[in-house]
């Protein structure tokens, strides 16, 4: 794959595909370079994934975010992103940190926080810990060579702690990424006119009872754009 080629791994997890479509979408529209937008999809991974599921994990892609080094030959840089967000502007953006903080193993936003809430989409108890919500936006350096750790072996077996901390790295090994590029709705409030990628990590305006949510309304408008297809009688209706 040619390097000006940005690769993107999205979570994904069939209770909520809608979101990774539109999540995807919203890059690709956006994205001065091309972009390989890959799911990480529990169907996809049986020969390198076999850890059981956690009673703990809210959705399907918890652990195998992890993978994202081995699948990427531990080679270049990769994004990985939740699936139940939405890039408002070009994602090439993002990588101007890789001058700003230099050979660091990933670069994450370092949320410090309690969640508001208990319960969270489809019933899901909203779990406390520390680093929470790090892994859900991950600038990938694959090459680093503190990320060859990150085996399908480990992945597999690791705590959970060992993985959403980072523990396989030092604090000095982990970059910071500007909190824009990880907005958490609803647990944040007022939000700044530019911020870079909305996260509904309590729950997304596709579910009825967050539908109101804030930037709902563009997530259904680009949601629209991803499901339009241009018909027939549209088509004579433009040459009248």
Request: charge should be negative; include cysteine.
């Amino acid at each position: 794959m040619h390097d000006s080629v940005v690769k993107i791994f999205i979570g994904y997890d069939p209770v909520e595909s809608v979101a990774w479509h539109t999540m995807a979408h919203s890059i690709y529209e956006r994205s001065s370079r091309p972009v390989a937008i890959v799911p990480v999809n529990l169907a996809n991974l049986r020969d390198v994934y076999t850890r059981a599921r956690d009673p703990k994990q809210s959705n399907e892609f918890s652990f195998t975010r992890f993978l994202v080094p081995h699948l990427s030959n531990y080679q270049g840089l990769a994004l990985f992103f939740d699936c139940d967000m939405l890039l408002r502007t070009d994602v090439c953006e993002i990588f101007d940190v890789v001058e700003e903080q230099p050979d660091k193993a990933v670069y994450v936003v370092k949320h410090d926080y309690d969640p508001k809430c208990e319960i969270k989409y489809l019933n899901t108890v909203q779990h406390k810990y520390p680093r929470k919500n790090w892994s859900s936006v991950v600038l990938w350096n694959c090459g680093h060579e503190k990320n060859r750790a990150v085996t399908p072996d480990f992945v597999n077996t690791a705590s959970p702690m060992e993985l959403h901390r980072f523990l396989w790295l030092d604090d000095a090994d982990i970059g910071e990424l500007n909190v824009r590029w990880n907005w958490l709705v609803g647990e944040y409030d007022e939000p700044p006119a530019d911020v870079k990628n909305v996260h509904w990590t309590i729950g997304g305006p596709y579910f009825t009872e967050y539908s109101k949510v804030d930037f709902s309304d563009e997530w259904r408008a680009e949601n629209a754009k991803m499901t339009f297809c241009l018909q027939r009688d549209q088509v004579a209706a433009a040459k009248k």
